[in-house]
């Protein structure tokens, strides 16, 4: 299972930035990608990595840290079925590197690669 994440970047306090995370290949217990939830976490300096936000998979449920309620949203996109993270309202606090992951049963299965997001005071 492949996980590509992008759309992070540098931004100012208060703006916006969008996540995707583009799923391909197919699991190693034969399982499709579709069985599992997609979570977005997060790790901030000098921090471990952290759930932020989950959308089960099928995609009538999405759960979020208390942090980034009413902040970020998580969703998949029809067209493409990538899941995307929403983050509007940013804090530097926020700033982090940022993993889409498969979970099941809400534990992390497999992971993508990081993307960076820094938000400036």
């Known amino acids: 299972v492949q996980l590509q994440a992008s759309g992070g970047g540098l931004v100012q306090a208060g703006g916006s930035l969008r996540l995707s995370c583009a799923a391909s290949?197919?699991?190693?217990?034969?399982?499709?990608?579709?069985?599992?939830?997609m979570d977005w976490y997060r790790q901030r300096p000098g921090k471990e990595r952290e759930f932020v936000a989950r959308?089960?998979?099928?995609?009538?449920?999405?759960d979020y840290t208390d942090s980034v309620k009413g902040r970020f949203a998580i969703s998949r996109d029809s067209a493409t079925s990538a899941v995307n993270l929403q983050m509007n309202n940013l804090k530097p606090e926020d700033t982090g590197v940022y993993y889409c992951?498969?979970?099941?049963?809400?534990?992390?299965?497999?992971w993508g690669q990081g993307t960076l997001v820094t938000v400036s005071s």
């Open positions: 959308l089960s998979r099928t995609g009538n449920r999405s």
């Open positions: 992951a498969t979970s099941y049963g809400r534990r992390p299965v497999h």
């Open positions: 290949g197919r699991p190693v217990s034969g399982r499709s990608l579709g069985h599992y939830d």
